[in-house]
């Protein structure tokens, strides 16, 4: 008698080997370790080597893998270094970013330029990187974490705003380049969710209160959930999935007010 019936495909990740950036805390924190719990060893980068360390314990407490890389996603060499140890990839997630919140007028070259080279230079570095790996295997799968401020104008900076729709943007032109190498390209995009980037505004109540007005679910996100959709979108249940976005967003997307 057979097991199962061929129709639930797997949201396991055995043997998978998975790249995290930005994952010393936050997001990218979450990201790693339910990624490692969905089966992965995970790669985990960012330029702190004592969080990333921290994250590693926790990750081996759970009895998982964790790999830790210290560099700066915005260096060449650094990145350069990253791929130097790995040979094998099947997913990478480009989720490291920042912000700083000015107005179109005040915004000097210096922020631009620190803007656009972490939130978007280097996530297309690292997909050029990791893509090589996965066009040799024909199969990979790339995970970047825009915002629902690459989709909708928000007032929460408009050079954000710019790089994050300018990575929606790229996961359709990669997914439309790279399909041919069976490799799966795709996006998240959260709305609030309280992590280091975010929790002095969510601690500002008529801040959140403006939140929460637009979020139909009237809410914030909890961590665990922006790792469901990505280990859905690391995995093989969403090997027909490619150049999207899923708006991780309580709703706020579809809401016109
Ligand atoms: N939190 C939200 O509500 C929210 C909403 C929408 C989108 N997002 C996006 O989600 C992602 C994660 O956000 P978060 O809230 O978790 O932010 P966070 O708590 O500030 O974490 C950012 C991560 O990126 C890493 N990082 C920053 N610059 C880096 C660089 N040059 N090289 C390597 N690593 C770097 C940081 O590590 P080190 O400082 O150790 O290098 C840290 O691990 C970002 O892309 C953000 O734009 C967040």
Request: aromatic share 8%; hydrophobic share 40%.
């Amino acid at each position: 008698m057979k097991s199962s019936s061929n129709y639930l495909p797997s949201f396991r990740l055995e043997n998978k080997k998975a790249l995290i950036t930005g994952a010393s805390r936050g997001i990218g924190k979450s990201l790693a370790i339910g990624l490692a719990e969905a089966g992965a060893e995970v790669y985990i980068v960012s330029r702190t080597s004592k969080a990333l360390q921290e994250v590693k314990e926790e990750i081996l407490g759970f009895g998982l893998k964790a790999i830790p890389i210290v560099a700066d996603i915005t260096k060449q060499k650094d990145i350069e270094h990253i791929f130097s140890y790995i040979k094998e990839l099947d997913i990478l997630i480009n989720n490291a970013g920042m912000n700083i919140r000015a107005p179109a007028s005040k915004v000097t070259d210096e922020e631009w330029e620190k803007l656009i080279n972490t939130n978007l230079k280097s996530a297309f570095k690292m997909a050029q990187f990791a893509g090589e790996i996965m066009k040799k295997k024909q199969q990979g799968k790339i995970i970047t974490i825009s915002s629902v401020a690459g989709h909708v104008a928000l007032n929460t900076g408009i050079v954000y705003g710019i790089t994050k729709a300018a990575l929606i943007q790229m996961t359709k032109n990669l997914a439309l380049e790279w399909a041919k190498y069976n490799i799966h390209v795709n996006s998240i995009g959260p709305w609030y969710f309280s992590t280091p980037l975010t929790e002095k505004y969510l601690k500002d109540e008529a801040y959140l209160q403006t939140i929460l007005d637009r979020t139909p679910l009237n809410r914030v996100g909890k961590l665990p959930e922006v790792v469901g959709p990505a280990v859905f979108l690391s995995s093989d249940a969403s090997n027909y999935i490619t150049g999207q976005t899923i708006f991780v967003d309580g709703g706020m997307t579809i809401y016109g007010f």
